[in-house]
């Protein structure tokens, strides 16, 4: 396995996730002078989004990959066309930088499951604590980390939308500072193994007779995220003091609680099944 030296480093993916903005913005100087062997490129996704502080324009960006054979006026529609065009045009790694509102930590999602991905997940999971691997298998490759077989997903979190916080920050640079690192030195693992929470199923919020939200995190499920379950487990209260339980029939893990982009979808969480991936 022959690791590519071109990486793809974006951010504003989404423009209210302000760490990967500042990222491209303010470190790309360090970053290049750091491994001169590296070809790094940097991409600032979504800069209208970002004017306007919101998560997208017109469509959510890192959906929009999917549907480029249609014609669509949206501005992210354009931007997915550029952005694949910069991505495809040699071979590269990609390294999508995301916050969330959850209890995440240090999570890296990655949607091919190839050596160099997984090796990359064994030796960060090495070298941080509280880290995990999400897998989102992608094959209609919606996602803009998908555009390259070799990609990965940051999601550090807990952080408020439209904002900058140290923690955050400082562990994106020093995850993007490794990954890179390893990439620069070729010091992968030619084989190994890689604990993957891989998504199962979405759970979404009570509604009401009227389709409206009935109900929030319970206080004793909100934070929880990577906790396993496994049979009965609260995850919600409705407005009028009720407890929502439900139930699981395996080990289950719960990831993105309560994560703040997903009301619009009435998203509340999803389940993941834990599994160890070799390469």
Not at 80 to 100: R, W, Y
Not at 249 to 274: D, G, H, M, Q, V
């Amino acid at each position: 396995m022959t690791p590519p030296s071109r990486v793809v480093i974006v951010g504003g993916t989404h423009g209210n996730e302000w760490t990967g903005i500042q990222v491209v913005r303010h470190y790309q100087e360090t970053i290049k002078k750091k491994f001169p062997k590296l070809e790094i490129e940097f991409i600032l996704a979504n800069p209208q989004a970002h004017e306007l502080n919101c998560r997208y324009k017109d469509e959510d960006l890192n959906r929009a990959f999917e549907f480029l054979d249609q014609k669509r006026n949206s501005y992210e529609h354009k931007r997915a066309h550029e952005i694949k065009m910069q991505i495809q045009s040699s071979p590269c790694l990609v390294i999508d930088l995301h916050t969330t509102t959850a209890n995440m930590g240090n999570t890296v999602i990655i949607s091919h499951y190839n050596s160099l991905n997984l090796s990359l997940c064994e030796k960060l999971a090495q070298q941080f604590k509280d880290f995990r691997v999400i897998g989102a298998p992608d094959p209609k490759k919606k996602y803009l980390a998908s555009q390259s077989d070799y990609g990965v997903i940051l999601e550090i979190g807990p952080v408020a939308n439209g904002v900058v916080a140290a923690v955050p920050l400082e562990s994106t640079l020093q995850l993007i500072d490794c990954i890179l690192g390893l990439l620069d030195g070729q010091n992968l693992p030619a084989q190994g193994s890689v604990e993957v929470y891989e998504e199962a199923q979405d759970i979404h919020y009570p509604k009401n007779e009227k389709g409206e939200l009935n109900g929030y995190i319970h206080s004793e499920f909100q934070g929880k995220d990577f906790k396993v379950l496994e049979g009965e487990y609260l995850p919600f209260k409705t407005f009028n003091g009720e407890d929502l339980q439900l139930q699981t029939s395996e080990k289950f893990y719960p990831i993105f609680i309560n994560e703040a982009a997903y009301y619009r979808s009435s998203l509340a969480f999803t389940l993941c099944r834990k599994k160890t991936l070799k390469f």
